[in-house]
């Protein structure tokens, strides 16, 4: 369960962060090194001020859980209202007229953010497994 779980993060963030470098083709060395330092700085901030509070709360709701369990019970209503209301945002902030160099520091902070937890749930994927075995 958990590194399924820690895939569907890595991969969303790996995307997010994939979509900034697209977008960054047409810019300088200078700005992309500066919206990627900028992003890395603000996926750090972001991870420690909201995203370690959800993983870990997921981790142990899943832990107290029945050994089989679906997957839509893993996380709280509210986890999910984040996701839906986060994938929105993301939208508009797409279609908006911004530059694309502040869409792209968006969506490396995001997107690592994401990365960074999902290490969480690989973690404990792998200590299980080394538990078990």
Do not use: D
């Amino acid at each position: 369960m958990f590194a399924v779980i820690g895939l569907v993060w890595f991969l969303s963030g790996t995307f997010l962060v994939v979509i900034s470098a697209v977008q960054a083709v047409n810019s300088s060395t200078l700005q992309v090194l500066v919206v990627f330092l900028l992003g890395v700085l603000l996926a750090f901030a972001i991870y420690y001020s909201a995203v370690r509070k959800i993983v870990t709360n997921n981790i142990h709701r899943i832990v107290s859980m029945p050994e089989k369990v679906h997957m839509t019970a893993i996380g709280a209503l509210k986890t999910y209202m984040s996701a839906v209301f986060l994938l929105l945002i993301g939208i508009v902030i797409l279609f908006s007229s911004l530059p694309h160099e502040y869409i792209a520091v968006f969506t490396i902070s995001v997107g690592g953010s994401l990365i960074i937890g999902s290490i969480s749930f690989f973690r404990r994927y792998f200590n299980q497994s080394l538990k078990a075995g």
